[in-house]
């Protein structure tokens, strides 16, 4: 195996974390952000009210596009698992 399929083993697996949790990501940073606009203008600094509607928005993103995540991974992990004899030599 070269250094050359190395890297790109290595920058297609970078790539799928990013793709399977930036939707994750992306919700939580959505609603945090909407968060500390309307405490900054309410003056309430109250450190549940962040973490509870991260959650809830968590948990309803990986009810959505949990089956894509899955799918997305299990479809990665069984091309590298197909690799591994190429590797080997």
Known sequence: ????????????????ILLVASPLLLSALVV???????QAATSIQ????????????????????????FA???EYTRELFMRIPDMAR
Do not use: D, N
């Open 1 to 16: 195996m070269s250094l050359g399929e190395v890297s790109t083993l290595l920058q297609r697996g970078v790539l799928q």
């Open 46 to 69: 109250e450190q549940t009210l962040t973490f509870v509607p991260k959650i809830f928005t968590i948990l309803i993103i990986l009810a959505l596009f949990g089956g894509w995540m």
């Open 32 to 38: 945090g952000l909407v968060v500390a606009i309307l």
């Open 72 to 74: 997305s991974l299990r």
